[in-house]
């Protein structure tokens, strides 16, 4: 049974800073996607993914520069470093993993599962 945990999630003045954790289980972890999505008003949006087999990274426009993406291969643990947050940042950050092909690293239906998502609040 696969099983994705996120941790890390807070609440933060603009600028601060937050790290995300996602641990992997039961889960084919290399040489697939993994990725951050964060819950809007009316559409899950790709934040980052990583491809781990070869740490392939990608990230949305509005956070490039500002968040960093990373593995961890020893502990199946994936990482989203978030830095000079914004209060457009604020949302439920989930992660998810692929099990097959991805079309586009930030399509939710390509990803097969996902965590149970972690808040992050950033006020101004």
């Known amino acids: 049974q696969v099983k994705l945990v996120e941790s890390g999630g807070g609440s933060v003045q603009a600028g601060g800073s937050l790290r995300l954790s996602c641990a992997a289980s039961?889960?084919?972890?290399?040489?697939?996607?993994m990725g951050w999505f964060r819950q809007a008003p009316r559409k899950r949006e790709g934040v980052a993914a990583i491809?781990?087999?070869?740490?392939?990274?990608y990230y949305a426009s509005s956070v490039k520069g500002r968040f960093t993406i990373s593995q961890d291969n020893a502990n199946n643990t994936v990482y989203l470093q978030m830095n000079s947050l914004k209060p457009e940042d604020t949302a439920m950050y989930y992660c998810?993993?692929?099990?097959?092909?991805?079309?586009?690293?930030?399509?939710?239906?390509?990803?097969?599962?996902w965590g149970q998502g972690t808040q992050v609040t950033v006020s101004s």
């Open positions: 998810a993993a692929a099990a097959g092909v991805v079309l586009a690293w930030d399509r939710p239906d390509d990803y097969n599962y």
């Open positions: 039961g889960y084919t972890y290399r040489n697939n996607y």
């Open positions: 491809y781990t087999g070869r740490g392939y990274t």
